[in-house]
């Protein structure tokens, strides 16, 4: 395989062509540590040697999936950037006019969303030496991985944030593109952040969020904050091994991020949309706790709408929630296009005002998106909407499931801005709200303490994860747990469920 490359002092020279298929047969070969599948370019001794020297790195490249030529190292050689299935890599070739001579790989990292993970280099395998009496011994092992780092995508129709970009361990940028900051060579942004204030387009990215040792199921742990009259006199320092931290937030381009999503190999996508009064950082945390919580094996994804974070700014949020509901359809829809088997949504609070509608409107279109499971947790909507758009929803969802509560104090509050309406997360004496195609069950009985409104029951009793951990696993209906019973009580047929502590 030659190709001529002109004339040089009246000598015409020839060199291989090491392109991506080449590369990639190669690379196929090294993670079967099999000689015979080297292409013939290759000379014997120098895929013996490379197979020698790097063999132990073969597992871990496994999926040998792309190679892209790169000209960023000012090296002799040639250089391809090879994407594995959890891996990815830099290999170096040396060739003459006829083979060639020698391969090496000289950096290697895990994938993550973030692409921000430390590069390795790979030691050579060694046989045993001995020095003063001593024998050493070379080993290659995998880059330490943290099992405490949550990670997942968002999508937001939120305003970017103009403040300082602020990562965890502090990387060193790589590079400058069109005035933003890139952190590495992926293509991925780091962002600063989202606020309150309403975009007119949807922003991509992922998320990275460190989950302290000591993390108690349903809770966030934060630094303490002392506040009089709403004003901050003292905050505590975040600490990695005691609270929730961000580590990355990440921003890329729409097409990347259905690749990204698709590259993860997953067949099962889990969307969060949040309530009212929640930051963008709030939102993050909240995923991160939910997912590490749930152990959930999917690709997480969190819908972030534009909350100001204000109990006061409800008024505003309630407009914000109405005009997010044909971003969440394309949210919905990138997941489709990323092959996607399965797709389950948690909406809390008025994040069902949003999935609501706008699953009710698009039950009617000619390719209406197909939910696996829908959960309503405490869902701030017009009762009497709820009941007339469920049927709706219902013909493009397969499960539906209620959590409603009598002590919801923000659901209280929001009834009174409402007119008095009754919310569908309400439980009033005349018991929750009952639809044939619903599971309602009501956590009353969880009580009124949890975070001053209870308006976070589903995501901060233990009992409540573990139900929603069945249901998203397993799709059963209730009772899944002995603390959840029917009622009525047998022997009489239950129309819905109940929280018993």
Request: charged share 25%.
């Amino acid at each position: 395989m030659f190709v001529g490359l002109g004339q040089s002092s009246g000598i015409c020279r020839a060199e291989p062509i090491i392109d991506a298929q080449v590369v990639l047969q190669i690379c196929q070969a090294f993670s079967n540590k099999s000689l015979e599948k080297m292409p013939a370019i290759v000379l014997p001794e120098a895929a013996k040697q490379f197979l020698e020297t790097y063999g132990r790195l073969s597992e871990k490249f496994d999926g040998c999936l792309s190679a892209i030529e790169t000209k960023s190292w000012r090296q002799a050689g040639t250089i391809f950037l090879l994407q594995h299935t959890r891996y990815e890599s830099y290999w170096r070739f040396s060739a003459d006019e006829t083979s060639i001579k020698e391969i090496s790989i000289r950096h290697y990292r895990p994938v993550t969303l973030a692409g921000d993970a430390e590069w390795e280099e790979p030691f050579r395998d060694r046989p045993p030496s001995t020095s003063a009496g001593k024998t050493t011994h070379i080993y290659i092992d995998s880059p330490p991985d943290n099992p405490n780092i949550i990670e997942f995508f968002y999508a937001t129709n939120r305003r970017e944030s103009d403040q300082p970009v602020s990562l965890e361990d502090n990387p060193m940028p790589t590079s400058k593109r069109n005035s933003t900051t890139v952190f590495s060579s992926s293509g991925w942004t780091a962002v600063s952040g989202f606020t309150g204030e309403r975009n007119a387009d949807l922003s991509f990215g992922a998320a990275r969020v460190r989950v302290p040792e000591g993390h108690q199921i349903g809770k966030i742990e934060l630094p303490s904050t002392i506040k009089i009259l709403g004003i901050a006199f003292r905050s505590d320092s975040a600490d990695p091994t005691r609270h929730f931290t961000v580590r990355s937030i990440a921003k890329t381009s729409e097409d990347q991020w259905i690749k990204s999503l698709s590259s993860t190999k997953k067949k099962r996508a889990l969307i969060f949309v949040h309530g009212f009064n929640t930051k963008f950082q709030d939102a993050v945390f909240r995923t991160a706790q939910i997912v590490w919580d749930l152990q959930y094996s999917g690709a997480a994804v969190l819908f972030s709408w534009p909350s100001r974070g204000e109990i006061a700014d409800y008024l505003y949020d309630k407009e914000s929630a109405l005009g997010s509901r044909a971003a969440l359809l394309r949210v919905i829809d990138n997941l489709r296009k990323a092959k996607f088997e399965s797709i389950d949504i948690i909406a809390h609070s008025m994040g069902n005002l949003i999935a609501v509608d706008a699953l009710s409107n698009a039950s009617a279109t000619k390719s209406p998106p197909l939910i696996a499971q829908f959960v309503m947790a405490a869902p701030d909507v017009d009762r009497d909407m709820f009941l007339q758009d469920i049927p709706k929803v219902a013909k493009v969802a397969k499960g539906l499931t209620l959590y409603a509560s009598a002590n919801d104090k923000a659901l209280q509050l929001s009834k009174r801005v409402a007119g008095n309406i009754p919310r569908a997360g309400d439980v009033p004496p005349s018991g929750p709200i009952i639809i044939a195609s619903v599971s309602t069950i009501d956590v009353s009985a969880i009580g009124d303490e949890l975070f001053g409104l209870n308006h976070n029951a589903f995501a901060t009793t233990r009992n409540v994860l573990n139900d929603l951990k069945i249901l998203i696993e397993t799709g059963a209906k209730p009772p899944r747990l002995a603390e959840i019973r029917g009622y009525p009580e047998p022997p009489q047929k239950p129309i819905y469920f109940r929280y018993s502590p």
